[in-house]
């Protein structure tokens, strides 16, 4: 019986990761987290090892497909990749002066008001748009919000994907399948640099938990991936609008009964 729970929870929780991971560039915490915690009575701390883990595949797969079709600007993602390692460090230490219970629902709220942001404001930002603005310029806009993003993932503790997303469309004006392909390029390694220091520190997983995430989050953003590379503009900005609307009410849904 409690295999079958598992299987099941980790099931549904590898599909709204994959989803949201292949479609938005979402981090599988905000997802895997608080279902293993509220269904499977799991440590936090190990459950989201064992969601950053899911993370690394996920992004990592999707990242191939999306580069695979010219949709990844893995120049600017290294440099912003570097930024936002640095500065979750220090977010880190600063989040650990304050309370945590006023942070807790920050990436909830941000997966939904972004979906709906989606939907009623969709990114129809060109390819020829981006290829406007200089190397230099779009390097040093890179490092900056890099250095953004890394201070808020360190100091929420999620929702990077989801501000990587956000900064790539809004600030560096980014065409949707772009700023998605750049994010999971960026996720893979930020996930990989987290899942090896939880394990490091709280010693290894739940091993069932932690093959059933890790194969069904790879699955599903593999097919969410697949969907977006070969979708219009305008269909792509609706599913991931519906898919980040859905996912946020899941998820707060989920801290609640926590």
Known sequence: MKLLLTIIVTFFAGMGAGLGTGFAG????????????????MDPYMAVGIALSSDVLASAVSAYIYGKNKN???????????????????????????????????????????GVKFIVRPVMT???????????????QSIICGVIIGLICGFVGAGGGMMMLLI?????????????????????FTALTGAASHFAIG??????????????????????ALFANKATPKTLNRATGVILVILGLVVLGFSVLA
């Not at 912003?80 to 979750?88: C, G, K, Q």
């Not at 060109?126 to 390097?139: F, Y």
């Not at 469309?169 to 893979?188: Q, R």
């Not at 069932?208 to 194969?215: E, N, R």
């Open 72 to 114: 990844l600007d893995i120049k600017n993602g290294i440099i912003m990749m570097i930024s936002v390692l640095t500065f979750t460090i220090v977010g880190s230490y600063l989040a650990s002066l304050l309370p945590a219970a006023t942070m807790g629902n920050f990436s909830v709220f941000m997966t939904f008001l972004l």
């Open 168 to 188: 790539l469309t809004s600030v560096l004006g980014y065409e949707l399948k772009t700023a998605v392909g750049t994010s999971v390029f960026i996720m893979s």
């Open 26 to 41: 979402m981090s599988a915490a905000a997802v895997i987290s608080p279902m293993l915690i509220t269904f499977l009575g």
């Open 203 to 224: 010693g290894a997983p739940e091993w069932t938990v932690f093959i059933l995430c890790v194969a069904f989050t790879f699955i599903w953003a593999r097919i969410a």
């Open 126 to 140: 060109t390819k020829e748009s981006m290829q406007g603005i200089s190397a230099k310029k779009r390097a040093i």
